[in-house]
Every structure is written in C-alpha cells, then in structure tokens.
C-alpha cells in the first residue's frame, strides 16, 4: 500500500466474481483511504486486467466498474486500444477487452491456459501503459 505513490504507472488484476471485482481487491482499494485524502495518486496512469470463469462472466463490468475507484483516486486510467487488432479477433473464444486484458480462465478459475492471443492482449497492454507514463513524466503527453 505504501509503495503505490512511488509508482509512475500501477496496473491492477483481479479475479471477476459474478461481475465484480473480488473482494480482497475491494478490501484493498477500501484502504486506500490515506491515499484518497492526501492526493498521492492523482496523476498516476493506472489499468485493470481480469481474469474470468467463463465466456460471458462479467470481464467487462469488472474492469469499468474498477475504473470508478480509479477516478476517484485522482489517477488518470489507461485501457487497451483497438490499435491493437487482436481486440477483434473471431476466429476463436479469447478475451480482451478495449477497457483491459482478460482471459477466461474457466470455471474453476485454471482449467483454461491464457491463450496466446490474450497474452499477446495483455503485453500490449502493459507497453501502452509503460508507453503513456513515460510521455506522461516527460511532458509529452
């Protein structure tokens, strides 16, 4: 908890439960109070992935629902864009998302591998935000 002001960028995970985030995540942002009243993350880029346990679970009320504590913490979010085109792949059931990376990791939360196109999701994710926090800090925003 201390350590999330040092941060130029933070990227968060959780498992989906029933469209939400879970609820050590949810203990955790609660007790980001201090964080809150102090400001010491207004500023900061931060992003969501999520992982869920089927096709339909809620990968993306999870995320934007996330992205509400995000606002109030003053940081600015960052989500995956369609720039990335694995977004739009149909040739298969995967995950990803435009407001983050997801993967399906099915019922019991590790029967399905992360497949390669959602890893590839989640790489791009992770260099998008890389890439927006160092424009960001260096003024070229």
């Known amino acids: 908890m201390e350590q999330l002001p040092d941060a130029d960028a933070i990227i968060f995970g959780t498992p989906t439960r029933f469209g939400n985030m879970c609820s050590q995540m949810r203990n ?3 007790q980001c109070g201090g964080h809150w009243v102090r400001g010491t993350l207004i500023n900061k880029i931060g992003s969501v992935f999520a992982s869920v346990g089927t096709q339909h679970g809620g990968h993306e009320t999870t995320i934007t629902s996330f992205h509400l504590t995000l606002f109030h913490l003053g940081m600015i ?8 085109p694995r977004l739009m792949n149909m040739e298969e ?4 998302t435009p407001y983050g990376a997801t993967t399906l990791a099915g019922s019991d939360g590790q029967s399905r591998p992360v497949s390669d196109n959602e890893l590839a999701i989640a790489r791009f994710q992770g260099r998008h935000v890389a890439s927006v926090a160092r424009r ?4 070229t925003a």
Do not use: A, N
């Open 77 to 84: 979010v960052v989500g995956t864009p369609y720039s990335e």
């Open 136 to 139: 960001f800090k260096s003024g």
């Open 93 to 96: 059931i995967t995950g990803g």
């Open 28 to 30: 955790f942002l609660d």
